[in-house]
C-alpha cells in the first residue's frame, strides 16, 4: 500500500520556536509538497520540491523553508512559529510520469503556536 | 481570479440519495487535469476521480461521476446511493498542464449523510 507518512499529527509550539514538520514517502515520487490548509481557503501550496536538493516556493512561502537531502524525505521548517502559523499542513507526493499526476496526501500534522 | 469555485460551503443529503457536489474552473491552458478528493474528519486527502481536459467521455469510479462540461468549465462530482460513510469534505482540484506547480484547490464542500 502506498503511503505518505508526517511525523506528528498534532502539534503544540510556542511563539518564536522554531519547528520541524517531517514527511515521508515510500512510492519512489519525485515531487514532494507542501500545503497549508485553513477553513475557507482550501489548501495553498507553500514549497514544493521536484528532485532532491530542489526546491520551488508555492504561493505563499514566508515564513517557511524546505529541505530535501533525501528522495523520500521532505521537511517544512517554521524558523519563529508565530501565531498566525496556526494550522493544519499537508504534505502530498506524484510522480513524475504518472498517467493522471493525482497528489498522495499524508495524514496532515495539526499545528497549533500558543 | 479564483481557479477553482466551489460555491456550496455545506450540504446535506439522506442516506441512498444521490447528490451532486458543484465545481467550476478558470484555465486558459487547453491541457489540465480536474481531480475530486474526499477528507474525512480524521484528515486525511483520499484522491476519488480524475477526469482530462481532452477526454471524451465522463470519469467513474464506482458510486462516483463526474459530470464533466468543458465549455460552462464545470466539473461537478455525482455520489449516487449515498452511505453514512460519505460524510466528509470534498475539495475539487485543477492541475494545468502537467505543472505540478499550477495545482489549485477550492474551498471544500462539507457534506452531511443523514440516516
Known amino acids: 500500500d502506498v503511503k505518505v507518512t508526517q511525523s506528528s499529527r498534532y502539534l503544540v509550539k510556542r511563539t518564536g520556536e522554531k519547528v520541524f514538520l517531517e514527511c515521508v514517502q515510500d512510492m519512489d515520487h519525485e515531487n514532494m509538497f507542501w500545503y497549508r490548509q485553513d477553513p475557507g481557503l482550501g489548501l495553498r501550496l507553500i514549497y514544493f520540491?521536484?528532485?532532491?536538493?530542489?526546491?520551488e516556493k508555492g504561493d505563499i512561502p514566508e515564513g517557511y523553508s524546505v529541505s530535501r537531502e533525501k528522495k523520500e524525505r521532505f521537511s517544512l521548517i517554521l524558523e519563529s512559529a508565530s501565531t498566525n502559523q496556526t494550522s493544519m499542513y499537508l504534505c502530498?507526493?506524484?510522480?513524475?510520469?504518472?498517467?493522471?499526476?493525482?497528489?498522495?496526501f499524508g495524514e496532515g500534522s495539526r499545528l497549533t503556536v500558543l | 481570479a479564483q481557479k477553482i469555485t466551489q460555491t456550496q460551503p455545506g450540504m446535506f443529503v439522506q442516506e441512498k440519495e444521490a447528490v451532486t457536489l458543484d465545481c467550476t474552473y478558470d484555465t486558459s491552458d487547453p491541457s489540465y487535469g480536474l481531480f475530486w478528493y474526499k477528507q474525512p474528519s480524521s484528515g486525511e486527502m483520499i484522491f476519488l476521480i480524475y477526469?482530462?481536459?481532452?477526454?471524451?467521455q465522463n470519469a467513474t469510479e464506482g458510486r462516483y461521476s463526474l459530470n464533466f462540461q468543458k465549455a460552462r468549465k464545470s466539473a461537478n462530482l455525482v455520489i449516487s446511493a449515498s452511505q453514512l460513510g460519505d460524510s466528509a469534505m470534498y475539495f475539487c482540484a485543477m492541475r494545468e498542464g502537467y505543472n505540478f506547480n499550477k495545482f489549485y484547490f477550492g474551498s471544500g464542500t462539507k457534506l452531511n449523510v443523514k440516516p
Open positions: 502530498a507526493s506524484s510522480g513524475q510520469g504518472a498517467n493522471t499526476g493525482e497528489l498522495f
Open positions: 520540491s521536484y528532485d532532491v536538493k530542489m526546491k
Open positions: 477526469q482530462g481536459s481532452y477526454d471524451q
